[in-house]
């Protein structure tokens, strides 16, 4: 099994506290040091020591792999005893990899496969995921389910764009009730900056390539963002809801 660096922070806990005993904590340490740093599969090197250096496993892309491989991969990370992720995975994907990770769940909406293993250490406050417009929801679900697996407490609001701006307002007290907001909106971008205007927290702007030619697959949509005169706005890459939530992660556990 692996040990991620907040395993080993209430590991340490215990012991100070003593509801754990130091013999039982070496153990336990001596156990995750001895998984090899990586596995070689040939096609992929799974990195086991991920969680111990950035408190989370190695999460699979999906993009561009085979189901087989794909499978392959989740049988080895779920074999080690830490969770699973994997983004932008099809049906045919999680077919794969339920064959050798039967308890495996597939979000089709988030496009996510997801196995949750060990204790998780719970976010200080909730992150709330908003999404401009039914269109926007893969990516929006992407960053909700990961932001989930994470160990945060997730609330959703959607279809909220700017066309109807009366029904963001309407959300005014969830929107101040979050200690992170990831704001998911393509077309010319504009939601991220009318809610960081709202509120008092740090707001996760996330373009997607949603939107007519003139939208350049989520170009316009980020350099809306980019060029945001609200404070508090910071950007990921285009469609990227698992680095959105990766980042509120990190802020909700500070």
């Excluded at 997607?208 to 910071?234: D, E, H, K, R």
């Amino acid at each position: 099994m692996t040990m991620s660096s907040s395993e080993l922070r209430t590991l340490l806990d215990g012991v100070a506290s003593g509801r754990l005993a130091p013999a039982d904590a070496e153990r336990r340490v001596m156990d995750a040091l001895k998984t090899p740093a990586f596995q070689d599969l040939g096609f992929a090197r799974v990195d086991h020591h991920r969680a111990i250096r950035q408190g989370f496993p190695e999460v699979v892309l999906g993009l561009g792999k085979t189901p087989a491989q794909i499978a392959a991969i989740a049988a080895e990370i779920v074999d080690r005893g830490s969770t699973l992720l994997v983004t932008r995975a099809t049906a045919e994907a999680y077919e794969a990899a339920r064959q050798r990770v039967p308890a495996a769940t597939y979000h089709a909406d988030a496009r996510v496969i997801v196995l949750r293993q060990g204790d998780v250490v719970p976010g200080n406050g909730k992150i709330l995921v908003v999404a401009a417009g039914t269109s926007d929801l893969p990516v929006a679900e992407e960053a909700a389910c990961t932001a989930d697996l994470m160990g945060n407490e997730v609330e959703r609001v959607y279809d909220v764009g700017v066309a109807g701006l009366h029904r963001l307002l309407a959300e005014r007290a969830r929107l101040e009730s979050a200690r992170v907001i990831i704001v998911v909106a393509g077309m010319e971008g504009a939601l991220p900056s009318v809610v960081s205007g709202l509120v008092s927290v740090p707001v996760i702007a996330v373009p997607t390539s949603i939107g007519y030619g003139a939208s350049f697959g989520g170009i316009a949509a980020l350099l809306g963002m980019l060029n945001s005169c609200a404070s508090g706005v910071v950007v990921v890459n285009i469609d990227n809801g698992f680095g959105a939530a990766s980042v509120a992660n990190l802020i909700n556990h500070l």
